[in-house]
């Protein structure tokens, strides 16, 4: 049961995505976008749970390496769909943070592949990990924002403030990846003018 627990908490994870859209996007819930974000908060808390319970029972699996990256990517998606919705952020800022987001999450997963077929594994490094964290903090308080519960400047500041950490270093963490793991299309490259 332990060996299946992160990826039956990874499952849930992406089971809860069309409940956090329905509460978030519904106005005939009494208080369903405080729902909606309730639940975005506690599926990135399983995003980290999920993590720590494979890596303590050591139970890496090859349906979990699969699962995992999709359930993080469609949450980051679910994420910035909804803020985009919410119509908190100014559009050009939403703008950049769309692409850098959606930009480095898929670039970098097509480079992970990439290196797999040559034996290599590219780990996490610190500046995706932080991130991460910022996001997972960042996004839910933007939507909160869009409540109107929070409706003073100072909030704002600290919103922007939190997603433009996490923008800045998802554009160093995606440079990073590339620069560090660029022998892998010298790799590639190689191999194409021995065929």
Excluded at 56 to 81: E, H, R, W
Excluded at 112 to 130: C, H, Q, T
Excluded at 140 to 161: A, C, E, W
């Amino acid at each position: 049961m332990n060996k299946n627990l992160p990826n039956i908490i990874t499952i849930v994870r992406v089971c809860l995505l069309p409940f956090i859209f329905f509460f978030y996007l519904t106005d005939f819930v009494p208080y369903s976008k405080i729902v909606g974000i309730s639940l975005y908060i506690f599926a990135c808390i399983t995003d980290f749970l999920d993590g720590f319970l494979a890596r303590k029972y050591n139970a890496v699996s090859d349906f979990g390496k699969l699962i995992d990256p999709m359930a993080d990517k469609l949450l980051s998606c679910t994420g910035i769909i909804l803020i985009a919705v919410s119509n908190v952020l100014p559009d050009w800022f939403f703008s950049v943070m769309a692409f850098i987001i959606l930009g480095r999450d898929f670039s970098v997963d097509c480079l992970r592949m990439l290196a797999a077929k040559n034996g290599v594994v590219i780990a996490a490094n610190w500046s995706g990990k932080i991130r991460t964290i910022l996001s997972m903090i960042a996004m839910p308080y933007l939507m909160f924002m869009s409540t109107k519960i929070i409706n003073k400047d100072v909030f704002d500041y600290v919103g922007y403030g939190l997603m433009g950490l996490a923008v800045i270093l998802c554009a160093y963490s995606w440079f990073f990846y590339f620069y560090t793991n660029r022998s892998v299309f010298k790799t590639n490259d190689n191999k194409s003018n021995n065929k």
